[in-house]
């Protein structure tokens, strides 16, 4: 017998580890996100510092037309849309912005709004008026310059010149306080309103019940004083009229531009660039950089869509907000008084 030869085993080698590297990724990324966060933080509060401390800061300018190197400006202020806030606002920082401005020679006050409240409309009015003491001003009018349009216009002073273009609706001289009278449908359906008040006219203008006739003299009586208001503004400020005459034209009617021209309530059928050429004539201005104003929303409120989000949140306060009585140099039928808002 043989003896068997004892079997072997054999040993693999264990395969060679590769060198152990430190990774970054996972590390990297964290950092990256990291310092992502503390960029938008930085910059959400150097906007807020800025929103805090530039309140007496310049409205930023742009371009507009004419000579880019020239020292000599001419100011496009446009009123767009309804004449109330925030546009108010807006306006009136642009105005102001003109008249601190010594590069700015004159300015041309553009206008495509229907108008708007009556506060609003006086204000810019009494700032405009302000103005145009300092400044040479004219007056473009677009597609629409009604009421409280027109009302503004009147602003640029008796020594203005008001282009319209060829289809410009102005006029629309008087006021309007909207309201609904539903009073009949909430008898229909069972509804009353029984208000506790502490006078007879605490819910004037209450829309479930009819006017009294003492309700319609003291209304009468509160659209009279914007109304005559109205038409003084017109005839203080338009050579062309007499207080006789903006009374018989102060029906609420629209004019086109060629009733507007006929009536003496503007100067000339032309457009923007008329108007530009014109007032550039006026001060004796070959090269002028002609500049207007802009505004846009905080980077907060861009980041974080605060914009949208109060938008969205303050529904209920706007209804209630609709609710209060407004007298409105505004040219529209439109009973609940809500314009719609500018572009």
């Known amino acids: 017998m043989t003896a068997e030869s004892p079997k072997t085993t054999k040993i693999e080698p264990h395969p060679a580890k590769p060198p152990r590297r430190f990774r970054f990724g996972w590390l990297a990324r964290i950092l990256l ?17 800025n929103t805090y ?10 371009f507009h037309s004419g000579d880019r190197n020239s020292d000599d400006k001419i100011a496009v202020l446009k009123m767009s849309g309804v004449i109330m806030p925030p546009f108010t606002g807006q306006m009136l920082a642009a105005i102001k912005q003109a008249a601190n401005d010594d590069q700015v020679k004159g300015v041309l006050l553009v206008i495509d709004s229907p108008g708007g409240l009556v506060a609003d409309s006086h204000q810019i009015y009494h700032r405009l008026q302000k103005l145009a003491e300092k400044k040479p001003m004219y007056v473009a009018m677009q597609r629409m310059a009604a009421s ?3 009302y503004i216009a009147m602003g640029a002073g008796p020594e203005s010149r008001i282009f319209v273009e060829p289809t410009t609706w102005t006029g629309s001289i008087g006021v309007i306080i909207p309201r609904y009278d539903v009073h009949l449908l909430a008898e229909k359906w069972g509804v009353s309103a029984e208000p506790l008040k502490t006078g007879e006219f605490k819910d004037s203008l209450n829309p479930f019940r009819e006017l009294s006739e003492n309700d319609k003299k003291l209304w009468a009586a509160i659209m009279e004083d914007s109304f005559s208001r109205f038409r003084n503004v017109i005839s203080d400020n338009r050579n062309t009229l007499t207080p006789e005459q903006v009374k018989e034209l102060a029906t609420g009617q629209i004019y086109t531009a060629s009733q507007a021209l006929e009536n003496g309530l503007v100067d000339e059928v032309g457009f923007e660039d008329d108007a530009l050429a014109a007032l550039k004539k006026k001060l004796n201005l070959t090269n002028a950089r002609v500049v207007s104003y802009y505004f846009q929303p905080g980077l907060l409120e861009i980041l974080t869509g605060s914009v949208e989000n109060q938008q969205s949140e303050n529904q209920l306060a706007r209804f209630l907000d609709t609710t209060v ?7 529209s039928w439109l009973p609940t008084g809500v314009p719609a808002s500018s572009p």
């Open 33 to 49: 996100l990291l310092l992502l966060v503390s960029v938008i933080v930085n910059l959400i509060m150097y906007g807020e510092y």
């Open 148 to 150: 409280g349009g027109y």
């Open 325 to 331: 009585p407004r007298a409105m140099y505004y040219c």
């Open 53 to 62: 401390f530039t309140a007496s800061d310049p409205v930023p300018e742009r």
